[in-house]
């Protein structure tokens, strides 16, 4: 990843922030984006305590006009965009169908579908100028299988596994990969506010009997933005510790 200029939406906590801070340490530059400043920046310094060079961007991905400026200004400063991690996302604890409002519905599709969509326009559009890249969406197991209650996240996640294969096939002949991760519970901010009795029963389905750590689904999400994985496109990298095996 050495010299790439690498966007990671999201990168404030969790996944993204574990994403940037290694994409860093394989001497990307990287473009931490999400909404919180402060978060932001502390990423920033983490990534330049450790050698490596970063800076914040604020990001709102519920946004188009924001993603637009956003990566107009990212290639303004650095010429070009090598790759992206459309990572910023939201989940909703488990709701039955008949007590989940429209609105919750929609505030989901709006960050993890319409986000992830106008993302890859506008990143692909600059792609296409300067020769190509590469692209990792964050899906989810919940994008491959669906769980009882858990509708409008499910069905925003796999939307994003259509919008990941369906762009993937689009720009196939003209050097821009696209693939994402499918990631089992995972470690995280989103992770923390779960009930005990809910982490102990995950911990329980998985095969592995524990969850992730968000450094394991860097490393996928790394691989399938580097040279390493050069033949793949359109393709799920599961990281589930065996759950949907
Ligand atoms: N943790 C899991 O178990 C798990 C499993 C499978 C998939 N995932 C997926 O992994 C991704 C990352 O989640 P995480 O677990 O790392 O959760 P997290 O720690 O809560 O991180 C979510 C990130 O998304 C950003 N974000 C949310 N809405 C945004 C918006 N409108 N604009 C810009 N940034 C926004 C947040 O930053 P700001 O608030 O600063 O904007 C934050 O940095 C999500 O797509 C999630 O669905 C997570």
């Not at 939307?159 to 990941?164: F, I, N, P, V």
């Not at 519970?185 to 982490?199: K, Y």
Request: glycine share 10%.
């Amino acid at each position: 990843m050495k010299n790439k200029i690498v966007l990671v939406t999201g990168a404030t906590s969790g996944i993204g922030r574990a994403t940037a801070i290694l994409l860093a340490e394989r001497g990307a530059k990287v473009i931490v984006a999400a909404r919180r400043e402060q978060m932001g920046q502390e990423v920033v310094e983490e990534i330049a305590a450790k050698g490596g060079e970063a800076v914040y961007l604020k990001m709102d991905v519920n946004s188009e006009e924001s993603i637009r400026e956003g990566i107009h200004w990212i290639v303004d400063k650095y010429g070009r965009l090598d790759a992206a991690v459309n990572n910023a996302g939201i989940v909703r604890i488990p709701t039955s169908l008949i007590d989940t409002e429209i609105k919750d519905l929609e505030e989901v599709f709006q960050t993890n579908v319409i986000g992830v969509f106008a993302s890859m326009k506008n990143e692909i559009q600059h792609m296409l100028q300067t020769g190509g890249g590469a692209i990792v969406n964050v899906s989810s197991i919940n994008g491959l299988r669906s769980m009882a209650k858990s509708g409008p996240y499910s069905s925003s996640k796999f939307a994003a596994q259509a919008l990941t294969q369906s762009a993937a096939l689009e720009f196939a002949n003209q050097n821009i990969r696209i693939n994402a991760v499918a990631p089992g519970p995972t470690t995280t901010e989103i992770t923390a506010g779960l009930e005990p009795s809910i982490i102990k029963h995950l911990t329980d389905i998985i095969p592995m009997n524990r969850m992730g750590d968000s450094e394991e689904i860097a490393k996928g999400i790394v691989f399938l933005l580097s040279d390493e994985s050069s033949f793949t496109t359109g393709a799920t990298l599961v990281m589930d510790g065996g759950f949907t095996a």
